[in-house]
């Protein structure tokens, strides 16, 4: 059974306006126990703040993210697959792009994301069922 992108995804957390602070975005981040915020403009997704870009963007340069906007520093370029995509090829996508969460949805309607965390957990669980049958027949 090959597992697609419907079968990984997560819930989509609420949209943030780009007029929100850091501030005020970091506490809900932290709130929610999410490191990325989806911004949007209502239910149009502009953009994506993960919570690499509030440190180098924001708290390394010392900028006070009370000051600052999620608009501001937001990653306009967002990467989505469509539902049926196979975890093989979503994989694949994640690690040319170079990003950890993918949302999952076509044509600017998206019904979930995946996490790296959510790759980590399958191949975990894939790990646990070839080792199941590696020592059914003593190869482990």
């Known amino acids: 059974m090959v597992l697609i992108a419907e ?6 957390p609420a949209p943030m306006p ?10 809900i981040m932290a709130n929610d126990q999410v490191g990325y915020a989806l911004i949007a403009d209502s239910e149009l997704i502009l953009g994506i703040v993960t919570e690499w870009d509030i440190l180098y963007k924001v708290v390394a340069p010392g900028k006070d993210p009370k000051d600052v ?12 697959a469509p539902p049926e995509t196979p975890t093989m090829k979503i994989t694949k996508i994640m690690n040319e ?13 998206y019904l979930g994301i995946i996490t790296s965390k959510d ?3 399958i191949f975990d669980d894939y790990m646990d ?3 199941e049958v590696a020592e059914k027949f003593g190869k482990y």
């Open 7 to 12: 079968d990984l995804m997560k819930k989509l």
């Open 18 to 27: 780009s007029t929100i602070s850091v501030a005020d975005a970091a506490k």
């Open 69 to 80: 906007t999620m608009g501001q520093i937001m990653n306009r370029e967002v990467y989505s």
């Open 97 to 109: 792009k170079g990003i950890r969460r993918l949302l999952v949805g076509s044509n600017g309607k």
């Open 119 to 121: 790759i980590i957990r």
């Open 129 to 131: 069922n070839v080792e």
